[in-house]
């Protein structure tokens, strides 16, 4: 099974931006599409993107789309987001996860089933 290890998180100031990386280094991610979620404290993991096993498509909600974009390199078993103009609201632990091969229709964490420990990041304003 894909083991998923984020890192890059940290703490950014208002409207910086932040690159996570999310890997994999015991099975290929070219088989697999691969989203990046949040959660902030007391509040439901939300879907932030999504890219496709190639990385020809992405998928954002609008709550991102615009500042967020995901990125890919299968042959090193890597996925990015990188996050421009961050916000106080972008604050939480960022995790990335696989739905197998595709994005789903929506970005729901119950459609994902491996899944990394996760990365904080903690926007100041």
């Known amino acids: 099974q894909v083991q998923l290890v984020e890192s890059g998180g940290g703490l950014v100031q208002f409207g910086g931006s932040l690159k996570l990386t999310c890997a994999s280094s015991n099975f290929p991610l070219d088989s697999l599409a691969i989203g990046w979620f949040r959660q902030a404290p007391g509040r439901e993991r939300e879907g932030v993107a999504c890219?496709?096993?190639?990385?020809?498509?992405?998928y954002y909600p609008d709550s991102v789309k615009g500042r967020f974009t995901v990125s890919r390199d299968n042959s090193k078993g890597k996925v990015w987001l990188r996050m421009d103009n961050v916000k106080p609201e972008d604050t939480g632990v960022y995790y990335c996860?696989?739905?197998?091969?595709?994005?789903?229709?929506?970005?729901?964490?119950?459609?994902?089933?491996?899944w990394g420990q996760g990365t904080q990041v903690t926007v100041s304003s």
């Open positions: 996860a696989t739905s197998g091969p595709f994005c789903p229709v929506e970005l729901s964490a119950d459609d994902f089933q491996v």
């Open positions: 890219s496709s096993q190639n990385g020809a498509s992405s």
